[in-house]
């Protein structure tokens, strides 16, 4: 694809930073939640969410997301199966279920229900959906209880249960059939109450697509489309940049942004009814802003937690949104450059990091890239802190976070920005300033950070020059003295590359070059100007959640307090 076009003189300044609600605010809005959910253990709340049982859904959806197959046989020989782990379904215990959090979501979102659809045909599927969708209810559907009730969980669970629905009716059980359409309603009430306390925006996005979901598939829901669609449409504007990308910066998060939403909009497809503008307009942004983190083979590059993803789920999503649209060439909302010079594809992580209740897994990559060369990653982030699970302890994820775990310069061993538990992000780069521009026969982008100038008194400065014709990157990483902050002495820098994979190198003997063979054959020189390259062992996560082993190149330098320039090169050499 090619990029969106934007104007060729330089587009610079601070990129955006999005300042959260008061401290008073916050406070508030989670007391009000706190309160709020403690009541669902009261009668007052079984009152709230009782009412009028629908005698059918007034239209299934179309589901414009594909299944795991692999996932779906497993659930037919009675086995969930996510991130590498397993749990049998037969045994769960929804009051002591031990399993990562996204594994106990994909469970109680129902998602499972889409695999298992994949996997086989509804005479075969029918009975077994039923089954786990039975036993859901009998331990889960009376007592609204965390998380398989909070507001997320419950709007997608509604989403798929909708779409799946042909499997869950299909039982001539009237006891039962009456069971999953009293959850159907039970659960818009649930999110009629629910969606406006949510404290997070993206929370809040999830409970009103739920409440205009039900009102297009249940009956009598006029008075609920016009609450859901006003506080839908509130809750995107709250949580989408202009630019099309989403306050956390975490692609994962966007990605479920626009999934959720094309469900929705096969809802309003289901009903024969006009799509709302402001949905088409917020997919219409989105999906630019998505493409823009791609590399030239379709898939996706390793971003605030994110890990490898490959291109035909890319290429799914974007099908499902029903948009056609080009990749962003700059975000500066969303905070990330894109750079295409022939198969050659250069992603800058050149905004400042989310606000603290803003991240999903904050990881401390500014100035981080990636480079790409066809449908080879030469330079890469290790990725996956978000995919915790069976192959990626809790130890390791909070190291993929780490500044040390993607492209950039590292001071003292230690963060550009600080990291907090939760996936939170703590005090560290507060501006990011940009400058890009077209100069001959080049693209360059300077970008600096203000994240070691209180503990070390530098600010990191990179400028990246990619070639025209995509073969040539060059590279100038300076270490400025802040005008505020005085600094060490001497203190120890480390600039590092992550290598893609299936990528030889062999190291020259005066350790100022790397010879880089590249699985299609062609070959590469890394080169630097100063210090020495040390080849170290490193990791880079797939979707998956399965880390798999690779290669970083590390220059090591001392820097003295009045700063220092690192030059560096990469080259095609054939």
Request: net charge neutral.
């Amino acid at each position: 694809m090619a990029e969106a076009d934007l104007p060729d003189d330089t587009a610079g300044g601070n990129a955006l930073v999005v300042r959260p609600a008061s401290r008073l605010e916050n406070l508030a809005a989670r007391v009000s939640l706190m309160l709020y959910q403690l009541s669902w253990r009261t009668p007052l709340h079984k009152m709230r969410i009782t009412g009028k049982l629908p005698l059918k859904l007034l239209a299934v959806p179309a589901d414009p997301l594909p299944g795991d197959e692999v996932r779906g046989t497993a659930i037919r020989i009675g086995k969930f199966r996510l991130m590498g782990m397993e749990q049998s379904i037969d045994a769960i215990d929804y009051d002591r279920l031990s399993l990562p959090p996204a594994f106990v979501d994909y469970i109680h979102r129902f998602d499972w229900l889409r695999d298992l659809m994949a996997a086989v045909n509804r005479g075969e599927g029918a009975p077994l959906a039923a089954s786990i969708a039975d036993k859901w209810l009998i331990a889960n559907g009376d007592k609204p209880r965390l998380p398989g009730w909070r507001i997320d969980n419950s709007a997608w669970r509604f989403l798929n249960m909708a779409i799946a629905a042909p499997y869950l009716l299909t039982s001539t059980d009237l006891v039962y059939r009456s069971k999953i359409l009293n959850h159907f309603a039970r659960t818009a009430r649930h999110l009629d109450q629910s969606a406006i306390r949510a404290t997070r925006p993206f929370d809040r996005v999830c409970g009103w697509v739920g409440v205009v979901a039900a009102s297009l598939l249940l009956p009598e829901g006029k008075a609920r489309r016009a609450m859901g669609e006003h506080g839908l449409e509130t809750a995107l504007s709250d949580l989408v940049f202009p630019d099309g990308g989403v306050l956390s910066r975490a692609p994962q998060q966007l990605m479920e942004l626009i999934a959720l939403l094309s469900m929705l909009r096969q809802c309003y497809i289901a009903r024969q009814e006009a799509v709302p503008g402001f949905l088409n307009d917020t997919l219409g942004r989105n999906i630019p802003a998505l493409l823009g983190l791609t590399h030239a083979d379709g898939g996706l590059g390793a971003w605030q937690g994110c890990g490898h993803i490959r291109a035909e789920r890319i290429e799914a999503l974007v099908q499902a949104s029903g948009v056609r649209a080009r990749p962003l060439r700059q975000a500066l909302d969303w905070g990330y450059q894109r750079v295409s010079a022939g198969p050659a594809v250069l992603q800058v992580d050149a905004g400042p990091p989310p606000h603290a209740k803003q991240a999903l897994v904050g990881c401390a990559s500014t100035l981080a890239f990636e480079f790409g060369f066809g449908r080879q990653r030469i330079i890469i982030n290790c990725g996956g802190a978000g995919l915790a699970g069976a192959n990626i302890p809790a130890a390791l994820a909070r190291g993929l976070r780490t500044t040390a775990a993607h492209s950039t310069l590292c001071i003292d061993d230690s963060n550009s920005t600080a990291l907090l538990a939760k996936g939170q992000l703590g005090a560290g780069v507060v501006d990011v300033e940009l400058e890009r521009r077209d100069i001959d026969k080049a693209t360059r982008i300077e970008a600096n950070h203000d994240g070691y100038a209180r503990a070390y008194g530098f600010v990191h400065n990179r400028v990246l020059i990619l070639r025209s014709d995509g073969m040539e990157l060059r590279g100038e990483d300076t270490l400025l003295p802040h005008a505020k902050y005085r600094g060490r002495e001497e203190v120890a820098a480390h600039l590092r590359f992550h290598i893609g994979p299936d990528i030889e190198m062999v190291l020259a003997e005066d350790r100022r070059s790397v010879m880089m063979r590249l699985e299609d054959g062609s070959s590469w020189t890394f080169a630097t100007s100063v210090g020495t390259i040390e080849v170290d062992d490193s990791i880079w996560v797939d979707e998956d959640g399965r880390p798999n082993p690779t290669r970083q190149l590390v220059i090591g330098v001392n820097a003295p307090r009045g700063g220092m320039t690192m030059g560096w090169a990469l080259k095609f050499l054939g």
